[in-house]
């Protein structure tokens, strides 16, 4: 017969028969039995669990249809593949174009005891796989746990030492810093992009390009978080940056992703971007321009109006974002709101805080780690390394608890006065000054809600809904009517059901505590 073979050796385990010595004994096998190799098919370092992700193996299976050879020739039956669905499913095309599958080292033939071996030998295969997978979830899971280095491509910035545990790199961090600087000033990426290219800098020998940057600044291990599935150790890496500048990217990072992909001047700056939403569809909106005779106008749109499957008409800028302005400012005329949002603020301390569930949920994963141990003890299974595991968990254990205690008591209280006067801030806000309007609008508005005949502006505190009527005089849009604000109960309500109260307050408390600090 005329025969190819078909070789792999996957990367979850090098030690395994390389592709040189599974061809050598296949040669001998062909050579053996009188066939004629005509060609070698081979993936190296992929794995055999499924089929799509190696192309030799498709190419093989593909080419098998022109009637080139009678038989293909696998070392093992477990190289042909491990997982039992694909086995089966490539095995059945081979045989409807005529093609046999051999193994050229197992005691498999068309009798019926032959049949049953390869159904166990596919078996073994894929328990094989399974279980491969599960020790390596497992000992990654623990590398995360010891800080150490999970393999993979090395996030820039950081070096691995011999004891495979991070450590900054100090070619590469400050570079990562000046970017995070940059960009959470205000900065393009783009600019950023061509300012690095000019000095000579690239990324081990690449170019910088805006995905590699743009995954740069939401990567969490620059701020010393280390994550594998639902395990976070927060001691495995020295930070590079503050969460502080962190998180002020990942609120540019979240507007931005709303705005339109041309390039912006400082003048075109829309402020509520992320926060406006047309009231026909729900979509949101996003900032354009045109141009006329010498003057440039600006105006939101509906996402789905560019698409023709909304009728909401442009809006424009200045009207919109002056109505919402008024209704954040309107709030410093109530005494009494205030002091509401006051006592709320200064309540919503008492609740815990966002980095206990991940603390939890660690502990409890070291707690069932533990458990497991103590079952085997108890089951006579102990092994040279079972004190050294129990010890290191159970100071995994100790320090995760201290970490626990650590956090409830971390935040200060701040009083209601301090609250108070943070917020009354805003009541000076300078609403020509550009940085002071966006902060007030991040601040104090929850969303925006445009509709043909009404704004519907949503304040970030309860019952912090405002709706305000407008019409266009005579059709031009340019010179509309004053806005008069109506009764929010009466017109509308909030156009997506109950809001998270406790979320908006979450929000005051944090910008409270960084400025009281």
């Not at 519907?456 to 266009?472: A, P």
């Not at 509309?480 to 809001?499: F, H, I, K, M, W």
Request: hydrophobic share 35%; net charge positive; glycine share 6%.
């Amino acid at each position: 017969m005329k025969a190819v073979i078909y070789a792999r050796y996957s990367s979850d385990n090098q030690r395994e028969e390389s592709i040189e010595g599974q061809v050598r004994e296949c040669l001998a096998f062909a050579e053996r039995k009188g066939h004629t190799v005509i060609k070698t098919y081979a993936d190296r370092a992929l794995s055999g669990r499924k089929a799509e992700n190696r192309p030799e193996f498709m190419q093989m299976i593909a080419n098998s249809a022109r009637g080139e050879f009678d038989a293909v020739i696998v070392w093992k039956i477990d190289r042909f593949s491990r997982n039992k669905y694909d086995s089966t499913r490539y095995k059945h095309t081979l045989y409807k174009n005529n093609v046999t599958l051999i193994s050229a080292t197992e005691p498999i033939d068309d009798t019926a005891e032959g049949q049953l071996m390869e159904s166990i030998f596919e078996g073994f295969a894929e328990y094989y796989s399974k279980d491969l997978a599960q020790k390596t979830t497992r000992g990654m899971t623990e590398n995360v746990l010891k800080g150490k280095f999970n393999g993979g491509p090395l996030i820039f910035g950081y070096v691995i030492d011999n004891d495979r545990k991070f450590q900054i790199d100090p070619d590469t961090a400050p570079v990562v810093e000046d970017i995070f600087n940059r960009y959470a000033n205000g900065e393009s990426i783009r600019s950023i992009i061509d300012d690095l290219q000019s000095k000579g800098l690239d990324n081990r020998g690449k170019p910088f390009s805006y995905n590699f940057i743009n995954r740069m600044l939401k990567n969490r291990r620059y701020i010393g978080e280390y994550v594998f599935k639902d395990i976070v150790n927060t001691e495995a890496i020295p930070p590079i940056i503050t969460e502080e500048l962190f998180e002020k990217c990942q609120r540019r990072l979240e507007a931005n992703k709303y705005k339109p992909a041309s390039f912006r001047k400082v003048e075109d700056k829309y402020f509520l971007t992320g926060k406006i939403f047309c009231g026909c569809c729900g979509d949101t909106m996003s900032g354009v321009s045109g141009t006329g005779r010498n003057e440039i106008y600006r105006y939101y749109q509906c996402m789905t109006s560019k698409k023709h499957r909304c009728s909401k008409k442009i809006v424009q800028k200045d009207l919109i974002e002056n109505v919402v302005t008024s209704a954040a400012m309107s709030v410093f005329k109530d005494k009494e709101l205030i002091d509401r949002i006051s006592d709320a603020c200064y309540s919503l301390q008492n609740t815990e805080s966002a980095e206990l569930p991940a603390l939890r949920k660690q502990l409890k994963q070291v707690n069932k780690e533990i458990d497991n141990v103590m079952n085997a003890i108890k089951a006579g299974i102990v092994t040279k390394t079972t004190k050294s595991t129990l010890e290191n968990l159970e100071q995994e254990q100790e320090k995760l608890e201290t970490a626990i205690s650590l956090e409830k008591i971390r935040r200060p209280v701040i009083s209601k006065e301090h609250i108070k006067a943070w917020l009354m801030k805003f009541s000076r806000t300078d609403l020509s000054n550009q940085e002071q309007k966006q902060r007030l609008i991040d601040v104090f508005v929850n969303s925006v809600h445009v509709y043909e005949d009404r704004v519907v502006v949503l304040l970030n505190y309860k019952d912090g809904e405002k709706c305000i009527h407008y019409s266009d005089s005579g059709g031009d849009e340019k010179k509309p009517d004053t806005p008069q604000e109506c009764s929010t109960l009466v017109a509308c309500g909030d156009p997506y059901g109950n809001r998270k109260w406790r979320v908006a307050f979450s929000n005051f408390l944090k910008i409270a505590e960084n400025l009281v600090k």
